[in-house]
């Protein structure tokens, strides 16, 4: 077994980029420690608990060598945040619409590494993550040559844009390794200026306690004020500085079943979603990435909006 034929059965099971990085001294791993000091992790007191083991997948894996990095397309072909007219619309991220990833590609990702245990010759050591694993994804992901890091930090591949998922292989075996991906920005800064937030505070740099993504999704309690107006009907997390990106004008669409919208948000308004009951919401959020607010969370969310509305009229 060796690296083209995990890509050709990466392939198989429906990941639509593979690509191996080598587990080594990467200088953009040394970024995440500046960023916590500086308090850009906000709530997200998880990613100081485990800022060592984050620091370099050896921490993680001790005889790691090589990490395999997969990327799925998990946009759909209804039209962006920014080109809505309509502004009663709930705008919820669509990497939360249809099926939680971590289980969809979690179990591809567990299909990948035991078809890697029976076909390889030699013994070795592996562990597989998405999204949740102690893993900078994404400098893994530049290194694969997936992608580079853009302005707004995401991983841009310049024929799939940036709607992908990223999920690794952190693994022993001593694989061919990729090229890593060229930064291709260049000029543009159209995602900073576009952030209704500000949150883009240099180019690669991103505050989280000014993001709508962690001020919908990771914040607990009150969203402090200041923010309310520039989340507008934004309920469920953000695609702004996505959706403005060159390099997502003309996107791939999945027609894979997984990321299809649910009917619950696909083109519903704030009212709509605020009339609904718990039950129903919940309901509506089983198995997706959005039972990480619980409904609790969401109901917040719209509130926030409702209150805002009924106070202008
Ligand atoms: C914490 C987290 C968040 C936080 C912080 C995001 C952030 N930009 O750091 C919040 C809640 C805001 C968030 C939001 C979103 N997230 Co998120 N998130 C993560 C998580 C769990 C960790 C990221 C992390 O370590 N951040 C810390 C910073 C330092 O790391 P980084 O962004 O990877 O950093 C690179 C650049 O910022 C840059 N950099 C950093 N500092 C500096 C300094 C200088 C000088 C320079 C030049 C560069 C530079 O280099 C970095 C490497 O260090 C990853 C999964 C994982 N385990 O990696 C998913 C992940 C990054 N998220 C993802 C997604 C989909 C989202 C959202 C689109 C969801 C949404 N629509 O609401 C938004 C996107 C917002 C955005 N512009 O990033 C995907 C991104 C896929 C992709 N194509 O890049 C990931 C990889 C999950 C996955 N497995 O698919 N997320
Ligand atoms: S996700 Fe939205 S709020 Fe967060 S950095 Fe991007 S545009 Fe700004």
Redesign the pocket.
């Given at each position: 077994m060796n690296a083209a034929d995990i890509k050709s059965k990466a392939r198989e099971l429906g990941f639509d980029l593979c690509g191996i990085a080598p587990a080594s001294d990467h200088p953009?791993?040394t970024?995440?420690r500046?960023?916590l000091d500086r308090g850009?992790?906000g709530e997200?007191a998880y990613?100081n608990r485990s800022a060592e083991r984050?620091a370099d997948v050896r921490n993680v894996v001790p005889s790691a060598r090589t990490v395999i990095v997969t990327?799925t397309v998990y946009n759909t072909d209804r039209p962006y945040s920014t080109e809505c007219a309509d502004p009663e619309r709930a705008h919820i991220?669509?990497?939360a619409w249809g099926d939680d990833?971590h289980d969809v590609i979690g179990g591809r990702m567990e299909q990948l590494l035991a078809w890697m245990k029976q076909s390889s010759d030699e013994a070795f050591e592996a562990r597989a993550?998405?999204?949740?694993?102690p893993?900078?994804?994404?400098?893994y992901?530049q290194y694969a040559g997936i992608?580079w890091?853009g302005k707004?930090?995401?991983?841009?591949h310049p024929e799939k844009g940036?709607?992908?998922?990223?999920?690794e292989i952190i693994c022993s075996l001593d694989l061919e390794c990729d090229r890593p991906a060229l930064d291709q920005c260049g000029t543009c800064t159209l995602c900073i200026e576009a952030c209704p937030t500000q949150a883009?505070v240099?180019?690669?740099?991103?505050d989280?306690t000014r993001?709508?993504?962690?001020l919908t999704?990771?914040h607990r309690g009150d969203v402090p004020g200041a923010f309310r107006d520039a989340i507008g009907t934004h309920v469920y997390?953000?695609?702004i500085?996505?959706e403005v990106c060159p390099w997502n004008a003309r996107p791939p669409v999945s027609d894979d079943p997984a990321w299809q919208p649910r009917a619950w948000w696909d083109g519903v308004s704030v009212e709509n979603l605020a009339s609904r009951s718990d039950d129903e919401l919940r309901v509506a959020m089983r198995k997706s990435a959005m039972q990480r607010t619980k409904v609790s969370g969401l109901r917040r969310n719209l509130e926030y909006r409702r209150i805002s509305d009924s106070s202008k009229q």
């Open positions: 953009e791993l970024f995440f500046e960023w850009y992790a997200m990613l984050r990327a991220a669509r990497y990833y993550y998405v999204d949740t694993g893993v900078q994804e994404r400098v992901a992608g890091i707004n930090t995401c991983v841009i940036s709607w992908m998922f990223l999920a883009i240099a180019p690669g740099v991103l989280s993001c709508i993504s962690h999704i990771e997390g953000c695609d500085c996505q």
